[in-house]
């Protein structure tokens, strides 16, 4: 496969933050997740997480994939009727939301009266579940109590993030959010992060396009460059 410049803001791991916007509004293939769309694979990842940890009737899809609209809507309407503080710390400005790559859901236990910003995500019973499962699937908890000082956004038992695999695994084990993740794989640029049957690398977006072997899965950071990875068995 040939990398180009835009190559460097789609893939599994892009990283969208308040510093790093999302330039590929609607480019993602979508699948329905309950009453929601998520891309592809993180769609069929959720439904497999589901039925492994036997939730899929005691956690609901609250929110997947929003257009550029849907989340500016939701920040304005947030904005009059919660004030600045509290959208600041729960709702990402539009471009800067990571439900708009379609790789974000906001889950919540299946009760009456969901709060569509903060559903109910207890730890414990099949959200614990679901919790301690995702990062064999490919999710991981995005916004945790401990790192607030790195996301930048309040802790949100809700919201999981699709990474694929082995990524969510390596993040988890080494304690690592998204943001800290993608400069801890810069260190792999000459050697690989060899991790079970994968072994991961990072390639700094120059001297672009860039021809890769077809044994690896590639994604663009959103920041700098790509990750690589490939099956060693
Ligand atoms: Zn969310």
Known sequence: MILTENDVYCGDLILVNKDHMYRRDG????ER???????????AALKLLLKATDSENDITVVS??????????LWESSLSENG???TEQYVAR???SEHQTGLAVDVGLNIEDIDFIRPYFPDEGKCRAFRLNAP???FI???PADKEHITRISHEPWHFRYVGVPHAEIMEQNGLTLEEYTEFLKAYSKSELIFGDFAVSYIKGERLPLEIPDAYSVSGN???GFVLSRRTK
Do not use: I
């Open 64 to 73: 997947g994939f929003r257009s550029y609209q849907e989340q500016r809507e």
């Open 94 to 96: 539009p471009l800067h």
């Open 84 to 86: 600045r503080k509290f």
């Open 141 to 143: 908890l995005r916004y």
């Open 33 to 43: 997740a309950g009453s929601e769309l998520l891309s592809q694979r993180a769609a």
């Open 222 to 224: 959103n920041v700098d």
């Open 136 to 138: 064999k699937f490919g």
């Open 27 to 30: 480019e993602t293939p979508f």
